[in-house]
């Protein structure tokens, strides 16, 4: 247990496996598998019949499975939820864990890029086998698109001074390492509030690198198709962009948070949404990263 500490802590752990209700034959998956933690609490109430599928792009988070007969690792972005489950011969869930963090594990890697206290590649891939890493998106992208993801994911009001920046500084030298960014980046993050305007910029970038807002829209409607009716799906979020989508889908069954109505006046709504939860006192000093964290849960509608 200890190196699996090591490697993420697991944010709001009893909270969102008490929410699944997860008992006996349950089929269920954890989308974030990372460190393991939620899916060994998971494991630890299931039966002898049940099934848990542990999501994770990351080859990292592979060293963390655990060997149970009732565990199957998928290496994928949960993106392909419903591709992975056919394979599998998995008609339908009961139900479904997403904790949308980055793993701490990620900030704590000095060689992953993904945080700015240390001087490496940039690179900010969860997915290391492919892809564009943030020093070819800082390279390569134009202004204007630059100045939209400093903007949209960042949520920085500074977003087209920075983009430029950005520009005229690749003209003379090329990115390659976060140093190279910070340089860049400081000077329009206010001292009093440096750490979190830079955290705004690295999170910016690693949101489009990662195509986490496409993912996680493409897994909302997935398992909107593969849970049972009565099944529960619990993710947890960080940020306002995240959680806008998840709370509108719950609420909907669609991105916008438009609730549609039958001949009758009725929701057409899939989900049933839940009381939303945010960490506890205790939580907080076991985990100052779950600071940000909401616990959002929706049950699947009967259907009609």
Known sequence: MAEELVYHTPVMLQESVDRMEVEGDFICADLTFGGGGHSREILSRLGK????????????????????SRFTFVRGNFRFLYNFMRYHEVESLDAILADLGVSGHHFDDETRGFSFRFDADLDMRMNKRGGATAADLLNNASEEKLSEIFKLYGELNCSRKLASAVVKRRAVKPYRRVNDLIETAKPFCPPQREKKEMAKVFQALRIEINQEVESLKEMLQQCGELLKPGGRLVVITYHSIEDRIVKNFMKSGNMEGVVEKDFFGRSTAPFEPQKMLTPTAEELERNPRSRSAKLRVAIKREEA
Do not use: I, S, T
Request: hydrophobic share 20%; charged share 45%.
């Open 49 to 68: 019949e049940g099934h848990l599928y542990g999501f994770d792009q990351d080859e990292d988070a592979e060293k963390n499975a655990p060997d149970d």
